[in-house]
């Protein structure tokens, strides 16, 4: 089973990947020989025991995060936290003409400020990336043309601007699993076939409670849900908790 990772000790080990001479950009590489954007993250994932990530940026954007938004939108809602991805969104210049709104083409990792980090031009890093023009792994400024966040499936970034549970409204419940993300299932039993994965701290609408298990509808993003049924708990542990008089 995958671990979540805690979103620190995944922005930390982005971090080791800042070396002295770069790891070398190489496309699909996920090694000290070389690695590109998502590669880069999708390498460290892995030596943290956690989930996969896919080879295109776009396509972790789009199907790998439960979170996303502008920069904008993370710095002001309290998301841009160590370990959220950044993502520039090349097809989409200044202005909105042309080009493909929304597709992601280059990916980084937010570490904050606290790890002493220069960029090549002697600047403060607050970004690790692996860039094509750099030719390598690299720090880089916040302000290097990212325009668009997102929080990673499998880590878990803590509550940030997430509602606590007490702030639940009635009808809403939040993913309370500790060392994994809940599964969402066609039907009401651990036979059920498999939809999704839910993050510690998702937030659900439960549609109806029966016999141990919930039906709700998750927004992944706007635009975007899944639905159905997650076990509530099992051995005394919950992996939901309601809030209002949902149960």
Same mark, same amino acid.
């Given at each position: 089973?995958?671990?979540?990772?805690?979103?620190?000790?995944?922005?930390?080990?982005?971090?080791?990947?800042?070396?002295?001479?770069? /790891?070398? =950009?190489?496309?699909?590489?996920?090694?000290?020989? @070389? *690695?590109?954007?998502?590669?880069?993250? &999708?390498? $460290?994932?892995?030596?943290?025991?956690?989930?996969?990530?896919?080879?295109?940026?776009?396509?972790?954007?789009?199907?790998?995060?439960?979170?996303?938004?502008?920069?904008?939108?993370?710095?002001?809602?309290?998301?841009?936290?160590?370990?959220?991805?950044?993502? /520039?969104? =090349?097809?989409?210049?200044?202005?909105?003409?042309? @080009? *493909?709104?929304?597709?992601?083409?280059? &990916?980084? $990792?937010?570490v904050g400020n606290g790890h002493g980090l220069k960029t090549p031009d002697g600047r403060p890093g607050a970004v690790v990336h692996a860039s094509l023009s750099r030719g390598g792994v690299y720090p880089s400024t916040l302000q290097n043309a990212w325009t668009h966040a997102a929080w990673l499936r499998g880590v878990a970034y803590g509550n940030g601007a997430l509602k606590s549970v007490s702030a639940l409204a009635p009808g809403q419940a939040q993913v309370i699993t500790r060392t994994s993300g809940l599964l969402l299932r066609e039907e009401p039993h651990t036979r059920g076939r498999r939809i999704k994965e839910m993050p510690i701290g998702a937030i659900v609408d439960v549609v109806r409670v029966e016999n141990g298990w919930a039906y709700v509808h998750w927004n992944v993003r706007p635009g975007l849900y899944h639905a159905g049924w997650c076990c509530i708990g099992e051995n005394g542990v919950d992996y939901l908790a309601f809030g209002g008089d949902t149960q």
């Open positions: 089973m995958t671990k979540i990772i805690p979103a620190q000790a995944f922005a930390n080990q982005i971090v080791s990947k800042v070396r002295t001479p770069a /790891i070398p =950009y190489v496309l699909g590489g996920r090694s000290d020989r @070389g *690695t590109d954007c998502i590669n880069l993250i &999708a390498w $460290v994932m892995k030596e943290l025991g956690g989930q996969q990530v896919p080879r295109s940026s776009n396509d972790a954007w789009r199907n790998n995060m439960a979170w996303t938004g502008t920069l904008a939108e993370a710095s002001a809602q309290g998301k841009l936290v160590p370990g959220t991805i950044l993502y /520039i969104d =090349y097809h989409k210049p200044p202005g909105g003409s042309g @080009g *493909t709104p929304g597709a992601m083409d280059h &990916a980084g $990792v937010y």
